[in-house]
């Protein structure tokens, strides 16, 4: 089944400590993304990646990292979580190098920084 | 940066009543991406418009791309309690690279017997 996963589906952690958000893609899609999603605020990007080793930002890139070092995988890593990244992230991939073609999201993380 | 506005935040209306959700962008956009997400999901495409002015449906579902390609709306006829949950546009500028899309705030759709 052509899916995008995410792990864990729900995290909850303290401030400082290092977290990793898995995000892998079994449809061979070029283009991938991360997003928070706040009540208000919508979906806001936080990186994207055009290809393998190709990433950049996105509206709110701080206080994460991510790295494509191969193609399905695209990892969302926050070396020191604070309160403030409580959210409900999303990773997304398309199957052609950009953001103009249908986004396929995977089901959801939510993180809780305490 | 960018900007994606959407108008309402909130709509209740009762079962068989219309809704229509507004998208607004500060800058032109290439093409305008509508998004549907049920309560407690993800984020689902429902369509992508590209062309000044152009109007789709889908099937209750009517989506418009603006003249000017900066704003678009979403109009559902005869609300079903299936259609409850949020509607997000979600937009490429031109300028930038066009690399990234920028969504709304969404629009939170509830629907009542």
């Known amino acids: 089944e052509a899916q995008v996963t995410q792990n864990p589906r729900y995290l909850i952690t303290v401030t400082g400590k290092k977290l990793t958000v898995t995000c892998s893609q079994n449809?061979?899609?070029?283009?991938m993304s991360w997003y928070r999603q706040d009540p208000g605020l919508g979906l806001r990007q936080i990186y994207y990646?055009?290809?393998?080793?190709?990433?950049d930002k996105g509206d709110v890139p701080e206080g994460y990292k991510v790295s494509r070092k191969e193609k399905r995988n695209f990892p969302l890593i926050l070396e020191s979580p604070s309160p403030n990244q409580t959210s409900l992230y999303f990773c997304a991939s398309s199957l052609f190098g950009g953001p103009s073609y249908e986004q396929y999201f995977g089901p959801g993380t939510r993180l809780t920084v305490t | 940066g960018q900007q994606v506005m959407q108008i309402p935040q909130y709509q209740h209306v009762q079962e068989g009543e219309d809704f229509t959700t507004y998208c607004n962008s500060s800058t032109t956009l290439s093409n305008i991406q509508w998004y549907k997400q049920r309560p407690g999901g993800h984020p689902v495409f429902l369509i992508q418009?590209?062309?000044?002015?152009e109007v789709k449906k889908q099937k209750r579902l009517t989506f418009q791309f603006g003249e000017a390609k900066k704003n678009s709306s979403l109009h559902i006829t005869a609300t079903q309690t299936t259609d409850v949950g949020t509607y997000f546009c979600?937009?490429?500028?031109?300028?930038?690279?066009?690399?990234?899309?920028?969504f709304g705030t969404g629009t939170q759709l509830k629907v009542e017997l």
């Open positions: 979600a937009g490429v500028g031109v300028t930038g690279g066009g690399n990234k899309l920028t």
């Open positions: 449809m061979n899609h070029e283009y």
């Open positions: 418009l590209v062309k000044s002015g």
């Open positions: 990646s055009m290809n393998v080793e190709v990433t």
